[in-house]
């Protein structure tokens, strides 16, 4: 079964500290890695990754992918208030044929405090 | 450009009956993807439809359907209802399906409570 697992469940920072999401996967036929932000209700796109080592950057929010030890990081630097969400990663892999699918992860809860 | 659009936003419903949930897509989006978000479970994927077919399929049980229409609407339903149905329901829409998918973006979801 797909698993993916992010860690830390929580976490809880002071603005201008900079943080570090990980995510952890077991996915059959691997195909891509994305993280999403959400705040209330709907998650929105951060970012999409699909080879190793290849950082992808926007703004203060940087993202990498290890193909190899099936894993991903998220950072944020200077974080700000509005940084404060649920971070989602989710991987899509294909379990057999066209059977494409996202798991997702249960998610790291980041409070940022003024 | 207009959001996905889910309706109805909040709806109550007791154990045994049933629901349906509307899904309107990006206007040129064709797949439309389906998910349960729960507290203890996070987020886990229903089903895929493109084009007016279901394409994929997450593990949960046949009372969970879905359709899509020439226009691209989905919907999903859920028949007889049980308390652990209860949950906000995604939905999520793309331009193209399955590992080619790319970026989802997500309406702002269904919160059904069963009681």
């Known amino acids: 079964e797909d698993k993916v697992v992010q860690s830390p469940l929580s976490l809880v920072v002071h603005e201008g500290d900079t943080v570090t999401l990980n995510c952890s996967y077991e996915?059959?036929?691997?195909?891509?890695l994305l993280w999403y932000k959400q705040e209330k209700k709907a998650p929105t796109f951060l970012f999409m990754l699909?080879?190793?080592?290849i950082e992808k950057k926007s703004g203060r929010l940087s993202s990498i992918l290890d193909k190899k030890e099936l894993f991903s990081i998220l950072n944020i630097t200077a974080t700000q208030t509005g940084d404060s969400a649920v971070y989602l990663c989710?991987?899509?892999?294909?379990?057999?044929?066209?059977?494409?699918?996202?798991?997702f992860g249960k998610g790291t809860l980041l409070t940022v405090n003024p | 450009k207009a959001g996905v659009t889910q309706t109805p936003r909040y709806l109550i419903k007791t154990r045994g009956q049933q629901v349906t949930l509307s899904c309107s897509p990006i206007?040129?989006?064709?797949?439309v993807s389906w998910y349960q978000q729960t507290p203890g479970q996070g987020l886990q994927f229903l089903f895929e439809?493109?084009?007016?077919?279901?394409?994929n399929k997450g593990n949960f049980p046949g009372r969970f359907s879905g359709r899509q229409f020439s226009n691209s609407r989905s919907e999903m339903n859920v028949s007889t209802l049980e308390l652990g149905d209860s949950a906000l329901y995604l939905c999520?829409?793309?331009?193209?399906?399955?590992?080619?998918?790319?970026?989802?973006?997500f309406g702002e979801g269904s919160r059904l409570t069963v009681l």
């Open positions: 999520a829409s793309s331009l193209r399906s399955g590992a080619n998918t790319g970026e989802l973006f």
């Open positions: 996915v059959t036929n691997f195909r891509s």
């Open positions: 699909t080879s190793s080592g």
């Open positions: 989710a991987v899509g892999g294909s379990s057999g044929g066209s059977n494409y699918k996202l798991t």
């Open positions: 206007s040129g989006h064709r797949s």
């Open positions: 439809y493109f084009s007016e077919t279901q394409r």
